[in-house]
């Protein structure tokens, strides 16, 4: 019996959810191309929480199935468009949808304002095949009105024990209030099934400015930034793509509003 490959394995993978994904009723302006979103690949040794909720705000915001791995651990996430609402949620909304309360705000500085909410099931499988998480995100999503084609700001929570973060050498912390904020930007590169990766793109995934996704069309890229932090048994995280005028102060400064809530 011929065993296949780890590349014929995640070939296989990422054809099917791409099958899947176009079964999906997805708006034209969705956050990460869908096939750009399934089967992320990170070259990281560990598989840490940021990397897990960015993989839950990507799957959020294009509404559908995504993988987010690295060796034999699996972080998947999954939404649906149906479940997306364009209203606030109050609390009690949250508790049945989520089962928890986040802190939340209507806008952010710079005219961002709330956009819509949605839910999302997440899962985690550490490499030895055992899964230590699952829950729901509550998931946020904010705009400009000069919102453009790939522009997306979106803050997701996610209840976890804290012992289950990690965070990676070269995020940058600050505290404010003994709350550790964690800020990290990077290059999400939407590349096709046989893709080969340059020199460059090593470099750039080692040193943790460059994440890859496989399945797309054609090859195109996004520039991500990301907050991060744990207040109250409760992981956020703020992700902005493509708002490239938005600092890190100012990525820094949204998270100081959520925790003052």
Known sequence: ??????KDIDKEITEYLNSKAEEVSAPDDMFFKIRGGIGMKHSNKRFTLKTGLIAAAICILATVTCIAATKGAVWIGSSSPSTESK?????????????????????????????????GNQSYTDDSGKETYAGKS?????????????????????????KEIQHEANEEKTNYNNVDIYYTSF???????????????????????????????????????NVSWYQDGISYSILNSNYNDVSKDDMIKMAKDIIDK
């Open 138 to 162: 509550a998931d946020f999503k904010y705009a400009r009105n000069d919102k453009e084609k790939n522009q997306y700001l979106s803050l997701s929570a996610i209840k976890i024990d804290e």
């Open 187 to 225: 290059k999400y590169k939407s590349v096709p099934v046989d893709y080969v990766k340059t020199e460059e793109d090593l470099k750039l995934e080692s040193e943790g400015k460059l994440q890859i996704g496989y399945g797309a069309d054609k090859t195109s890229e996004d520039t991500i930034q």
């Open 87 to 119: 209203e606030m949620p109050d609390a009690s909304t949250l508790n049945d949808k989520v089962g928890f309360v986040p802190k939340y705000v209507d806008s952010f500085d710079g005219g961002f304002k709330f956009e819509s909410f949605n839910f």
């Open 1 to 6: 019996m011929q065993l296949k490959s780890n």
